[in-house]
């Protein structure tokens, strides 16, 4: 990996990666060759394909899988449990989750049950959507910005609104 006008890009692929400095925390992850990590990105655990990249203010945590060539937009958050495919786009703001009903007491005695949330390949995803725990949004679709995605996505589909419909 190096730094080149404070973008981390991963020359060859190789070894899981540690990379701390004051502009980012990127701990025991694999990342694909000639992919580029921006400023302020926590990232631990997880594994990247080659060319993608990841802007600013993102945090995607460990087990999160992702594909080559996607794109994922400032101030997204990919938590445990995400699996994402290849040549897809992740807008500004988008939020995945992944326990359908979190308290402070299930964090705390470690009961909580992660469900998985998985993107498919050649996906297009908005600015600021949330997608709920369990989510599987199909090849090529489509989901508008600001929209809440509750229940799966087929391939092809167009989704928007809150809750997010099929149009």
Sequence with gaps: MYLENNVLT???????????DSYRVVKNCEIG?????????????????ENCMVGCFVEIQKGVKIGNSVRIQSHSFLCEGVKIGNNVFIGHGVIFSNDR????????NKTYVIEETIIEDNVS?????TLLPGI????????GAGCMVTKDVPPGAR???????II
């Design 10 to 20: 991963q020359g060859k692929a190789g070894n899981p990666v540690t990379w701390i």
């Design 33 to 49: 060759r000639g992919t580029k990590i921006f400023n302020y990105v926590n990232m631990y655990g997880c594994k990247l394909g």
């Design 101 to 108: 009903y979190p308290s402070i007491n299930t964090w705390h």
């Design 125 to 129: 995803i908005g600015n600021n959507v």
């Design 136 to 143: 599987r949004i199909g090849e090529e679709a489509l989901v």
């Design 159 to 165: 989704v928007f609104g809150n809750p997010g419909r």
